[in-house]
């Protein structure tokens, strides 16, 4: 069993960071949007560690972080579309899948046996420092067990992964609070694979292929059952309210879609480790970043 230290967000965690990262071990990290589990995505082994310590389906994609346009442009195949969107939104919570580059150099694991990949600049100073002190693109998956809740705070990697990784680099609660927005740039018409906190002008995707993560029917799920659009909840139920609809805790009292997509997790987590054993979750707008929040819902309720 691995011993896992957390250390605070420092130059010195990077440095063992970036240390682990060299020697072929995962690494939790903050991003803006969730705690990331990081890997050299030029290291097969390495990569595979992040599949073995998630129990990860091993046809589903892992996003690539690199620091910026110019680093993503040596891996991926940008047309103009997709630069456009890159110089919009980079750094920041949007990632966009491309062809992938002949010479990129990405271990074949990482883009689970596909010709595109999907890559994000991130904006958080911690996973930015790790980028850089590692001189390596990193392999990025949410830190926790396949299929479970994401992690906004560094308890909830160690509650899912404690054992697993050697070092968690605590940088407190992460500010957006749900994963990237996917865009599919690959040729022609874009294509949204993932809702996220950027709002993209393209048609959903169809089709059953895998192209991206969170494209699973259940995924970010807790471990009890889970009913939506809730206003009058059961007594064994642990209501998550929305705004006017009350509760056992509130995604925000005042009803802002912000508050509430980075609130979403942690209150999953806080429900989940309730005595109470269904979890019910308050009514929220379709559109925009509710459109977004109701994705996870969906998928975790799946």
Do not use: C
Not at 275 to 288: E, N, Q, T, Y
């Amino acid at each position: 069993m691995t011993i896992t230290k957390t250390l605070p967000f420092s130059y010195e965690s990077i440095a063992e960071a970036s240390r682990l990262i060299l020697a072929g071990a995962p690494v939790a990290i903050a991003t803006e949007t969730v705690y990331g589990l990081a890997a050299d995505a030029t290291n097969a082994n390495a990569v595979a560690r992040i599949y073995d310590a998630k129990g990860r389906p091993s046809f589903n994609p892992l996003i690539v972080h690199v620091p910026n346009l110019a680093a993503a442009e040596r891996i991926g195949e940008f047309d103009e579309l997709a630069r456009a969107l890159a110089e919009e939104h980079w750094p920041g919570p949007l990632t966009l899948v491309v062809p992938l580059r002949e010479d990129a150099g990405i271990a074949s694991i990482v883009t689970a046996g596909l010709t595109t990949i999907g890559l994000r600049v991130p904006a958080h100073p911690a996973m930015q420092r790790l980028l850089k002190a590692a001189g390596r693109p990193l392999a990025a998956p949410s830190a926790n067990t396949s299929g479970a809740i994401s992690p906004t705070r560094a308890e909830h990697v160690m509650k899912s992964l404690g054992g697993r990784i050697p070092l968690i680099v605590d940088s407190g609660p992460t500010p957006r609070g749900i994963e990237s927005t996917i865009v599919a740039a690959t040729g022609g018409a874009l294509r949204l694979l993932r809702r996220g906190p950027i709002e993209v002008d393209a048609p959903t995707a169809s089709g059953d292929q895998i192209e991206a993560p969170g494209q699973l029917a259940s995924h970010y799920a807790p471990s009890k059952p889970l009913r939506l659009s809730v206003t009058d909840a059961a007594e064994d139920e642990y209501l998550i309210g929305f705004g006017a609809t009350g509760g056992d805790s509130n995604l925000s009292s005042t009803g802002d879609l912000t508050e509430a997509a980075a609130r979403l997790f942690d209150l999953l987590h806080e429900a989940d480790a309730s005595a109470k054993p269904r979890i019910a979750v308050a009514p929220l707008p379709d559109d925009g970043l509710g459109a977004a929040i109701n994705d996870r819902l969906r998928r975790a309720s799946t």
